[in-house]
């Protein structure tokens, strides 16, 4: 089964640092593009940026650069979401998403992690 | 960036009528690399349409996409219970970002 596993809920201060994580599995993780996701509560969709995880290329939100970074561990098929420095802004529900491609006709992301909640409090 | 935005806000139908959403961007989106997504509350977005008017994998044929440069509609031809739920536009034909709509609420009438 192809799915996106991510880690569990965090409550967090401003000022700590966050790691957040996506496993995949039932395809192939590495030539696949991986998306993140933010969605505030009762708000819209925030696409943050995406990554490959083969040779790492990132491309992120002008919103977001700078902001958080994205990375990838080919070994355990995951992708990570870090933040250095928290702020009570950053409290949202993150998703990530698989990115499928149908060459010219596009593509969209088809697969998508369950989600984790980041709670930022002091 | 492209800025998409979605029309109306929240639009409220009953069961058996159709349902006609649209998506306006700011600026041509490129070979029309524009999806729908389909969001019910506590769930993760579902993918409905790719590429302006390719239904996903496993997505009933009452769901259409149509449009091309600034001007994208997503079609729900006769609304079933399972329908109502908030829907979004995402454009991915240009560089980064690539950007969603706001969203439209479809909502039990």
């Known amino acids: 089964e192809v799915q996106l596993v991510q880690s569990g809920a965090e409550v967090k201060k401003p000022g700590e640092s966050l790691k957040i994580s996506c496993k995949g599995s039932?395809?192939?993780?590495?030539?696949?593009?991986i998306a993140w996701v933010r969605q505030k509560p009762g708000k819209g969709l925030e696409w943050m940026g995406i990554?490959?995880?083969?040779?790492?290329?990132?491309r992120y939100s002008p919103s977001f650069q700078g902001q958080v970074t994205m990375s990838v561990d080919k070994s355990t098929s995951t992708a990570n979401l870090q933040w250095t420095s928290l702020k009570a802004s950053d409290s949202a529900m993150y998703y990530c998403?698989?990115?499928?491609?149908?060459?010219?006709?596009?593509?969209?992301?088809?697969?998508w992690g369950q989600g984790t909640t980041v709670t930022v409090s002091s | 960036e492209i800025v998409l935005t979605q029309s109306p806000g929240t639009l409220s139908l009953s069961s058996g009528e159709r349902a006609t959403l649209s998506c306006r961007a700011s600026?041509?989106?490129?070979?029309?690399?524009l999806a729908w997504y389909q969001q019910k509350p506590g769930q993760a977005p579902r993918l409905l349409i790719y590429?302006?008017?390719n239904r996903a994998t496993g997505i009933p044929d009452r769901f259409s996409g149509s449009g091309s440069g600034t001007d994208f509609t997503l079609t729900i031809s006769r609304l079933e219970p399972e329908d109502f739920a908030v829907y979004y536009c995402?454009?991915?034909?240009?560089?980064?970002?690539?950007?969603f709509g706001q969203g439209t609420k479809l909502e039990i009438k």
């Open positions: 590429g302006a008017s």
């Open positions: 995402h454009q991915y034909g240009s560089s980064p970002p690539y950007t």
């Open positions: 039932g395809f192939t993780f590495a030539s696949t593009w």
């Open positions: 998403a698989r990115r499928v491609w149908f060459g010219e006709l596009g593509g969209g992301f088809d697969v």
């Open positions: 990554i490959y995880p083969d040779d790492s290329d990132t």
């Open positions: 600026q041509s989106v490129i070979n029309s690399y």
